[in-house]
C-alpha cells in the first residue's frame, strides 16, 4: 500500500508539472508576452496615428503578436515620451529625431547595428549615432517641405506659376490675391495657427530657412552649434509676415488655434498652404495638381533655391525591453518597410521609406523636390534638426510670434528674434550642462 501511495504521489506530482507547463505556455490564456515578445510603438505622426492602428491590427492579425500605437499629440512628444518611458510597460519602439534627442534618449535606445532592420536600409544618410559611434536611430521616411500651391487658383486670380521663382514673385502674387479675395472668392494663404496642431510649421520648418543660410555660410554644421548669429532674420520675417499678413485669418486672430489650415487648402479658399510631403495624400485628393514650391524669402540667389528636405522621423528600440519583446519590435519593424501590402500603406502616408524593399514612391511633392534637384537646384537639408532643447526652445518662440502677431511692432519684432537667436544659446546650455 505504502509503494502504491508512493506511485500515486509521484504521478500527482507529475501531472501537477504539466499543468504548470500548459499554463506557461499560454495554453490556459495566460500572458504569453515572455515567450513572443510584444510592441508598443510610441508614434511620433499625429497624421500616422490611422494607419498606424490599422497596421498594428494587421500585424497582430497575422502574427499573434500584440501591437499597441499610442500617438503623441502634436507639440508633445517629449513630455509624452518622458511620461510613457517611467512606466513598467515602456514603448519598445520610440523615436529619436536629432541630436539633441540622442543626447537625452540614446542611452535608452538599443545599438541597432547589424540588427535585420538596419540591413534593411538602402541609404546611412539619415542614421543618428551618439558619440561612441552606437547606432541610435534609423530614419523611417524621407520628407520635403516648403509651401503648397493650388496652381488652378493661381491662373483664376489672373497669374502663373512662372511668376513665382523668388521672393518678389511670391510676394506680388500673394498681395494681389489678397487685395482682390472678395472678388476672387479665395485668399492667397491659409490659416498660420500658434497652437501646438500648427505651430511647428513655423518655429520648426519656416525657422529652417534663417539655420540653413546660416549653416551654409559656415561650411555646414556637423554639430549642434553652442549659439547662432541670426544673419537671415530679415529673409524669416520677409515670408513669415507675407503669410500672416494675406491670409484667411488676421494675425491677431492666430493665437489659439482652431483654423483648419489643411482643409482651407482642400476646399480652394486659398491658394497657398504652408506644409510638407506628408500631406499630399489628403490634398491630392481634391487638387490632384498642387504642387509645391521653396521658402522664397528674398536671399540672393533663391532661384536656384530647391526644397527643404530630410527627416526627423528615426526609430529607436528601447534597450531596456525584454529580449522577447525587442525582437518583436525589430520583427514588426521589419515587416513594416519590406511587407508589400504595410510598405505600401507606410509610403502612402509617408512618401518615401528609406529601405530597399519598400515600394516607390507616387508623392507628388517628392517628385517636386527631385524635380528641383535634376534642374541644378540646391536641396534646403533640415538645419532645423540641430534646435537644442526643442519643446522649450519652440515654445518661446511661440510666445514671442504671438506678441508679434498682436502688435506689429519693432520692439514686438527684437523680442522675436531675441528668442530665436539668444534663445537658442540658453536652450544649448541648459540641454549640455
Request: glycine share 8%.
Amino acid at each position: 500500500m505504502k509503494n502504491l501511495k508512493k506511485v500515486l504521489a509521484v504521478l500527482l506530482a507529475m501531472i501537477m508539472v504539466i499543468g504548470l507547463a500548459a499554463c506557461s505556455s499560454g495554453g490556459g490564456g495566460g500572458d504569453s508576452s515572455s515567450e513572443t515578445g510584444s510592441v508598443y510603438w510610441l508614434n511620433f505622426k499625429p497624421e500616422l496615428d490611422e494607419t498606424a492602428q490599422q497596421l498594428a491590427k494587421m500585424y497582430t492579425e497575422k502574427t499573434g503578436v500584440a501591437v499597441k500605437v499610442v500617438t503623441a499629440a502634436s507639440g508633445t512628444y517629449g513630455q509624452t515620451l518622458t511620461s510613457e518611458m517611467d512606466k513598467s510597460a515602456a514603448p519598445t519602439l520610440f523615436v529619436i529625431t536629432n541630436q539633441s534627442m540622442v543626447k537625452e534618449w540614446g542611452d535608452y535606445a538599443m545599438d541597432l547595428t547589424g540588427t535585420a532592420i538596419a540591413n534593411e536600409l538602402n541609404t546611412d544618410g539619415f542614421n543618428l549615432y551618439d558619440e561612441n559611434g552606437k547606432l541610435c536611430s534609423i530614419g523611417y521616411c524621407y520628407e520635403c517641405y516648403g509651401i503648397i500651391v493650388n496652381p488652378d487658383l493661381i491662373e483664376a486670380a489672373g497669374h502663373s506659376m512662372d511668376e513665382i521663382t523668388n521672393f518678389a514673385g511670391l510676394k506680388a502674387v500673394a498681395e494681389d490675391i489678397h487685395a482682390r479675395a472678395d472678388e476672387l472668392g479665395f485668399d492667397a494663404f491659409s490659416s498660420s495657427d500658434m497652437d501646438g496642431s500648427s505651430s511647428w510649421r513655423f518655429t520648426g520648418h519656416m525657422a529652417n530657412l534663417e539655420y540653413f543660410y546660416e549653416e551654409r555660410d559656415d561650411g555646414g554644421w556637423s554639430e549642434q552649434p553652442a549659439s547662432i548669429k541670426g544673419t537671415y532674420m530679415d529673409n524669416f520675417k520677409n515670408l513669415y509676415d507675407l503669410c500672416i499678413n494675406n491670409s484667411l485669418t488676421a494675425p491677431t486672430d492666430l493665437a489659439n488655434g482652431g483654423h483648419d489650415a489643411e482643409n482651407e487648402f482642400k476646399t480652394g479658399k486659398a491658394a497657398f498652404f504652408v506644409n510638407g510631403s506628408w500631406e499630399y495624400a489628403a490634398v491630392s485628393e481634391t487638387i490632384p495638381n498642387a504642387t509645391m514650391i521653396p521658402y522664397y524669402c528674398g536671399v540672393a540667389g533663391e532661384e536656384k533655391a530647391g526644397l527643404n528636405c530630410g527627416t526627423e522621423n528615426c526609430w529607436a528600440v528601447n534597450d531596456n525591453a525584454s529580449d522577447a519583446d525587442k525582437q518583436a519590435t525589430i520583427d514588426f519593424m521589419v515587416w513594416l518597410v519590406s511587407d508589400p501590402e504595410a510598405a505600401g500603406l507606410m509610403v502612402e502616408q509617408l512618401g518615401v521609406l528609406p529601405y530597399k524593399n519598400a515600394p516607390a514612391s507616387k508623392n507628388g511633392f517628392l517628385a517636386d523636390a527631385d524635380r528641383y534637384n535634376a534642374s541644378g537646384c540646391y536641396v534646403m537639408d533640415w538645419a532645423t534638426n540641430y534646435q537644442p532643447n526643442v519643446d522649450e526652445y519652440r515654445a518661446a518662440l511661440v510666445s514671442a510670434l504671438n506678441k508679434y502677431n498682436a502688435d506689429q511692432s519693432a520692439a514686438n519684432w527684437a523680442e522675436v528674434v531675441t528668442a530665436f537667436v539668444d534663445g537658442w544659446a540658453v536652450q544649448y546650455q541648459k540641454a549640455n550642462q
